[in-house]
């Protein structure tokens, strides 16, 4: 994660289909046309880097509730329309814990016991009313902590205990860079490592004593002035934008679809396999 700085990821960026593959297909290219209507809130024909914000905040928000709707029925076994602990740890790990010989000797066994405890402390910060049952809106905080401002500090350590490979409760340079690159034996770094490196040492060990601290943390996975749909909006406008009038008209959008298609204002593309209606 690289906070506020550097182009947005582009990994489910979508290969560009050739003209005459988009001029077969009206019914896509119908489809994309609906979804720019609607992020086109005012009706005035442009699309706006507010209303992309907005529209981008409203995916993310029906994603993970569509999220915890498709899970619901998993764990709510008795059917009361709340989520136990107990409903939760049997449904996750109730094999694992009705037959512990079977996982002794296994990789298995070490991320049951690593996992169990950490998803109950995770549970517990979720559940506001300390019942251990958990309503739609503190299971959603369960699983999406990062939406919740009470629940950023478990993000904050789960991190930290991700990254932090020697224990010693801080993330160095070489934990840092081990999370997102894998180096070979002798092998030469690319250029984007080094260029975490100056990352790491210029924008997030706050402090300069070569390691990053709970504080750090929290400033680089959870900055307080980088707003995403902001950034993600500004960034399709300013790829899009032909004339630079800093907005978008219906044809910008459609010609640079394949931009779209890679971000979250389409749910990476998968917008485009849903009903009108759903959106």
Not at 23 to 29: I, S
Not at 89 to 102: D, S, V
Not at 158 to 180: A, H, P, R, S
Not at 222 to 239: F, G, I, K, N, T
Request: charge should be negative; include cysteine.
């Amino acid at each position: 994660m690289t906070g506020g700085e550097g182009p947005l990821p582009t990994a489910k960026r979508a290969t560009c289909s050739p003209p005459s593959f988009r001029e077969r297909n009206p019914r896509k290219r119908g489809s994309r046309r609906k979804i720019v209507d609607r992020i086109d809130s005012d009706g005035d024909g442009f699309v706006t880097t507010e209303e992309l914000k907005t529209w981008i905040k409203r995916v993310q928000k029906r994603y993970i509730f569509d999220n915890v709707a498709k899970v619901w029925k998993d764990y709510d076994r008795d059917k009361d329309d709340k989520i136990s602990w107990e409903e939760y740890k049997q449904a996750t790990y109730g094999y694992y814990l009705g037959n512990p010989a079977e996982f002794h000797d296994s990789s298995d066994h070490h991320t049951f016991k690593k996992m169990l405890p950490r998803d109950e402390r995770r549970f517990k910060a979720a559940d506001l009313d300390g019942d251990l049952t958990a309503t739609r809106e503190e299971f959603t905080a369960f699983l999406h902590p990062e939406e919740f401002e009470h629940m950023k500090e478990i993000v904050v350590l789960e991190t930290l205990e991700d990254i932090d490979k020697n224990g010693d409760g801080f993330v160095d340079q070489d934990e840092y860079i081990v999370d997102m690159f894998s180096h070979e034996e002798n092998g030469p770094e690319p250029d984007w490592v080094l260029s975490e490196r100056e990352q790491f040492n210029e924008f997030r060990d706050l402090n300069k004593d070569g390691k990053l601290d709970k504080d750090e943390i929290r400033h680089w996975i959870l900055p307080q002035d980088y707003d995403h749909a902001q950034a993600e909006a500004r960034h399709l406008v300013y790829e899009s934008d032909k004339n630079k009038d800093e907005k978008l008209t219906k044809e910008e959008i459609l010609e640079n679809w394949n931009m779209f298609v890679g971000s979250q204002a389409t749910n990476y593309g998968e917008d485009l396999t849903k009903n009108h209606d759903e959106l």
